[in-house]
């Protein structure tokens, strides 16, 4: 049986070292706050380098040890540079959050080539790159975990949305693969699938789109980043030991499944 102090120690990552990609608003940020407040060192990834050094200077203030290392997802160039400067401070990686993402929308018929393959670069490519990039200091370490941020879309139509959906798509299949080829290694790797969340992302939409979102989820609201932080901490802690090849739906009841 499990007491208060190992349940608390399940959740303690300190030490450990993380890269958040997306980690500079939204979802991502919420989570790069969440692990540096759980004890980790926390590298902050996205496209604008003022935007990462803002969100690892508030790690920073509340305690944490966080670095801000701008690159763009869909870069292999870029991804390398993340892992040589994230192994050159801290010595290691134990945890890689694939966050950032490309939500491009295009209608079946108009989809253009140039659209299709920014999306799946950003989406489905990098992510898969970045672990690549980061395998030997994850079979490294004695507690790697990957977490894979796709969408409840893909359990759905994703009519209007197909080229967002068909990119998470794959990287939830991703998840599958890299699960059950690194598992015998001891590495982790889980998926989360937000439904609606009020992120710069889906501000985006019109007001109209926006209210219909809301109102899809049983909940009837948006979701808050913050409210991300549970599923995603659960997943690349010690509590989630024995899970792997996952997908977490974290969507207000918007898709029953």
């Known amino acids: 049986m499990l007491s208060r102090d190992d349940l608390k120690a399940r959740f303690d990552l300190d030490g450990r070292v993380a890269i958040v990609t997306g980690g500079s608003r939204g979802i991502g940020r919420a989570i ?5 407040s759980c004890g980790a060192n926390v590298v902050v ?7 990462c050094e803002a969100t690892a200077a508030a ?7 966080a670095l801000a290392i701008p690159a763009n997802t ?39 080539e140039a659209a299709w393959t920014k999306t799946q670069d950003v989406n489905e490519r990098g992510p898969l790159f970045l672990v690549q990039a980061a395998l030997p200091h994850l079979e490294a370490s004695e ?26 798509a ?19 790797v889980n998926a989360l699938a937000p439904g609606a969340v009020d992120t710069d992302m889906v501000r985006a939409n019109p007001e109209a789109a926006i209210d219909a979102m809301a109102r899809a989820s049983v909940l009837r609201r948006l979701a808050e980043p913050d409210e991300m932080v549970g599923p995603a901490l659960f997943l690349l802690s010690g509590l989630s030991s024995f899970v792997t090849g996952s997908i977490l739906v974290a969507d207000g009841g918007l898709a029953f499944h």
Not at 32 to 36: D, P
Not at 59 to 65: M, N
Not at 79 to 104: F, K, M, P, W
Not at 143 to 168: E, M, Q, R
Request: aromatic share 2%; net charge neutral.
């Open 45 to 51: 990834s996205s496209r604008k380098a003022a935007a």
């Open 143 to 168: 507690a790697a975990a990957v977490l894979n941020v796709v969408t409840v879309g893909v359990f759905t139509s994703g009519a209007g949305i197909a080229l967002y959906t068909a990119a998470k």
């Open 59 to 65: 790690i920073i203030a509340e305690g944490g040890q």
């Open 74 to 112: 869909g870069d292999l160039g870029d991804l390398d540079r993340v892992v040589e400067g994230t192994v050159a401070t801290y010595g290691g990686i134990d945890l890689v959050v694939n966050n950032a993402a490309n939500a491009l929308a295009q209608p079946i018929g108009q989809i253009t």
């Open 32 to 36: 790069a706050m969440a692990l540096g």
């Open 170 to 188: 794959g990287l939830a299949q991703l998840t599958r693969s890299m699960a059950a080829e690194l598992g015998p290694q001891g590495i982790r």
